[in-house]
Nanobody, 118 residues
Framework: QVQLVESGGGLVQPGGSLRLSCAAS????????MSWYRQAPGNRREWVAT???????AYADAVKGRFTISRDNAKNTAYLQMNSLKPEDTAVYYC????????????WGQGTQVTVSS
């Protein structure tokens, strides 16, 4: 089994920065993808960014140029560096890990709150 622990959320002013962490632990044999999603009150959960095992990266249009996803394979940890934060970035941010070779599965973190406000 894979467990995900997220951290790094908090309250920041518009234009500020935060770095989120997602640490995976448990019976980990391989990680195919690590992704970040977010969900604001009243909104559907939306995809934010993904990083592959070969460190290829993809971002949602709303965060391109401002957010950077990275990973430390030795620590099985993904990060989301968020710069130039806007109030509309306020949401609960969730980490998702896709793990498995023959039968890959998705594992979700518990979420961490990010609030961008003056």
């Amino acid at each position: 089994q894979v467990q995900l622990v997220e951290s790094g959320g908090g309250l920041v002013q518009p234009g500020g920065s935060l770095r989120l962490s997602c640490a995976a632990s448990g019976s980990i044999f391989d990680i195919n993808y690590m992704s970040w999603y977010r969900q604001a009150p009243g909104n559907r959960r939306e995809w934010v960014a993904t990083i592959t095992s070969s460190s290829s990266r993809a971002y949602a249009d709303a965060v391109k140029g401002r957010f950077t996803i990275s990973r430390d394979n030795a620590k099985n940890t993904a990060y989301l560096q968020m710069n130039s934060l806007k109030p509309e970035d306020t949401a609960v941010y969730y980490c998702k890990v896709n793990s498995g070779i023959a039968s890959p599965k998705d594992y979700w973190g518990q979420g961490t709150q990010v609030t961008v406000s003056s």
